[in-house]
């Protein structure tokens, strides 16, 4: 079912659908949502910054890949980057303090661990990319466009 939503209405700026960066993201986000913030022990504050911290890893992966533009595809990573390791601070403490136990906890950090590789990796293959002076060819022209009106590629 999941594979039917991400494959149907495809567009190019539904590219970062693809990205296994994002579906690692759109993973992390559930665990934490149905695995550590279900639980009656953590406040209502602390678990509005967690949900917030963890929902804006797929948010910025997506925005960032929406721009277009390298420069700001690698900043936008850089900054769900930073939410990934706040993230990451925020569930480390609740472990410390016993709100979530070691297994859990032990799960959450194979995830992240992994979604935090794949984004550094991500992002400096980005990087180099943007080092070796090529950028995103920016495709938005539809070719009925380009016909009707005789633009120039």
């Given amino acids: 079912m999941e594979e039917d939503i991400l494959n149907r ?3 190019i700026n539904r590219g970062f659908r ?5 579906n690692e993201a759109i993973d ?4 934490v ?11 209502f504050r602390v678990k509005d910054q967690i949900e917030g911290s963890v929902f804006s890893v797929h948010s910025n992966i997506a925005e960032g890949y929406g721009r277009r533009y390298l420069k700001e595809n690698i900043q936008f990573n850089s900054i769900a ?16 303090v016993q709100l979530i136990n ?3 906890f032990d799960e959450y950090d194979k995830k992240h661990y992994s979604l935090e590789n794949k984004l550094i990796n991500y992002n400096k293959s980005q990087v180099k990319q943007l080092k070796e002076k090529s950028d995103w060819h920016n495709d938005y022209i539809v070719r009925e466009i380009i016909e009707t009106y005789g ?3």
Avoid: P, T
């Fill in 9 to 11: 209405n495809k567009n």
């Fill in 18 to 22: 693809k990205l296994e960066v994002w």
């Fill in 28 to 31: 992390l986000y559930a665990f």
């Fill in 33 to 43: 949502k149905l695995n550590i913030l279900i639980s009656s022990k953590i406040s």
């Fill in 81 to 96: 980057l930073a939410s990934l390791a706040e993230n990451y601070s925020q569930i480390y403490a609740l472990r410390k």
């Fill in 102 to 104: 070691e297994e859990l």
């Fill in 151 to 153: 633009i120039e590629d």
